[in-house]
């Protein structure tokens, strides 16, 4: 019975020394978490042709093709990653999935030092910008309570409230010259305010 005792006692001891005991909290448990920085990878043309061009027509798509009736089967035969996986997460859990990721970009889009395709930084700065990836952001949620109620209507309706959110910034900040021009990305100058 001693022995017993004794390697309890042991073992109540490494506990105390080695500070796992009850009410003792490791660094980790008492340190809360810290996110890491956010880091821009791509350019502005990038998060836009990899994240909101394809989400936003998986939205748009919506307004012709019912989500809920599955896509027919091709026989080409392709066993590519793109065939493969193209009807996991899809009908109106793709079309939630999609507008989701339309509103998540807006944070991406404000991430300082990202750059445009010209090489001039995201206006990040200016506030029409700040307002126009709140309107994405709002978008994409809009079209994620749509794409919820699994009604096409509703989808065609909100699809208006999508394009509207990416024209206002495109109006502004993308459809000024060519592709690359050094007008984009820079905020239009203003009007001159009538003469009274």
Known sequence: MR???????????SSVACGTGPGTDTP?????????????????????????????NT???TQTKDPAVAPEKSDSGDSSATSRFSGLYGGWEGVENSALALAESANLLLIPG?????????PVDQEDFRK????????????YKAAQSKNQDAM????GTVADACAM??????DRGPAGSPERCTAAP???APAQ
């Not at 022995?3 to 001891?13: P, T």
């Not at 008492?30 to 996110?35: D, E, I, L, N, T």
């Open 156 to 159: 065609v309706e909100v699809s």
């Open 59 to 61: 939205i748009f798509d």
């Open 190 to 192: 203003s009007a001159p």
């Open 169 to 174: 910034c495109h109006e502004v900040y993308r």
């Open 3 to 13: 022995s017993l005792e004794f390697v309890l006692l042991c073992l109540c001891l």
């Open 114 to 122: 990202r750059l445009c395709s010209n090489g001039k930084p995201v």
């Open 132 to 143: 126009y990836t709140q309107g994405l952001a709002d978008a994409g949620l809009a079209a």
């Open 28 to 56: 980790a448990e008492s340190a809360a978490p810290v996110a890491p920085a956010a880091k821009a990878h791509g350019s502005l043309l990038q998060v836009m042709r990899a994240i909101d061009f394809p989400n936003s």
